[in-house]
C-alpha cells in the first residue's frame, strides 16, 4: 500500500541545536501531519498542513517549532532550538485530504523518528 | 480538547479466541474512530473505522461497536491469529485533528 517515509530513523542532539525531521508522504497527498509520542504516553497531535499553510496546530506546537513542504519535497518538521522535553518519537503522516476531513481520508503513517535530545 | 482513554495497555488471548480492545472519548463532537494497527518497527496501519452515524461495523473478523451515550467505542477480533499480534491505537476525531489513545499491546498465543 501507499508508504509514507520518515528520514532518519534515529536522531541524537544536544540540547540548544537545530534539528530538521524529513517527511516523504505519499506522492498525491495534499494534507501533512505530524505526531509527537514520549516514551509510554500517547500519541499527540502537533500539526496540520495543507497548500503549504498550517491549518491546525496544538499547544505541543511550540515557537520553536516550524513546518514546511518547500516545492513539492519533504515535508519537514524544524525544532530551533532543541530542549530537553522535545526527546520523543515524531510521527507524520499524509492524507488525500479531500474535503479536508480526516472522517473523508485515511490517514497514512511513517515508521517515526526518535529524537534523543542531550 | 478531546481526551481518548485506552483500557487495556496489554491483553493476551490464546489463537481463536477474541480479543476486546475499549476506548473512551470525552468530546460529544467527536464523529468519527478509526483504529490503526502497528507491528514491531514499523508503522501505523489503518485496519477499520466507524462513523457516528452508525453503532456497528465489520470487516471480515475485525468488528467496531459505538456507543455514543456512552461515549465509547470498541474493537473486537473474532478468531485471532498469531499475526495479529501488535499494538491497537483507537482515535476519535474532531474536524481534521485525530486524537490517540495509549495504544494496546495484544499478544496471540498459539
Known amino acids: 500500500g501507499p508508504k509514507v517515509l520518515q528520514i532518519p530513523s534515529h536522531q541524537i542532539i544536544d540540547m540548544g541545536q537545530m534539528v530538521t525531521l524529513n517527511c516523504d508522504p505519499v506522492s498525491n497527498h495534499l494534507y501533512f501531519y505530524w505526531y509527537k509520542q514520549i516514551l509510554g504516553q500517547q500519541m499527540e497531535f502537533l500539526v496540520n498542513?495543507?497548500?503549504?499553510?498550517?491549518?491546525?496546530k496544538s499547544k505541543l506546537f511550540k515557537d520553536q517549532f516550524s513546518v514546511e513542504r518547500p516545492d513539492g519535497s519533504y515535508f519537514t518538521l524544524k525544532i530551533q532550538p532543541t530542549a530537553l522535553e522535545d526527546s520523543a518519537v515524531y510521527f507524520c503522516?499524509?492524507?488525500?485530504?479531500?474535503?479536508?476531513?480526516?472522517?473523508?481520508?485515511?490517514?497514512?503513517f511513517g515508521a517515526g523518528t526518535r529524537l534523543s535530545v542531550l | 480538547g478531546e481526551k481518548v482513554e485506552q483500557h487495556e495497555s496489554t491483553l493476551s488471548v490464546r489463537e481463536g479466541d477474541s480479543a476486546v480492545i475499549n476506548c473512551t472519548y470525552t468530546?460529544?463532537?467527536?464523529?468519527?474512530f478509526p483504529w490503526y494497527k502497528q507491528e514491531a518497527g514499523k508503522s501505523l496501519h489503518f485496519v477499520i473505522d466507524?462513523?457516528?452515524?452508525?453503532d456497528r461495523k465489520q470487516s471480515q473478523r475485525l468488528i467496531v461497536l459505538l456507543d455514543k451515550k456512552a461515549k465509547r467505542f470498541s474493537l473486537h477480533i473474532t478468531a485471532t491469529q498469531p499475526e495479529d499480534s501488535a499494538i491497537y491505537f483507537c482515535?476519535?476525531?474532531?474536524?481534521?485533528?485525530?486524537?490517540f489513545g495509549s495504544g494496546t499491546k495484544l499478544t496471540v498465543e498459539p
Open positions: 503522516a499524509s492524507s488525500l485530504g479531500l474535503g479536508g476531513r480526516v472522517s473523508q481520508n485515511t490517514l497514512y
Open positions: 466507524i462513523r457516528s452515524n452508525v
Open positions: 498542513f495543507y497548500n503549504g499553510k498550517v491549518m491546525e
Open positions: 482515535a476519535a476525531s474532531i474536524q481534521n485533528v485525530l486524537y
Open positions: 468530546d460529544t463532537a467527536s464523529s468519527y
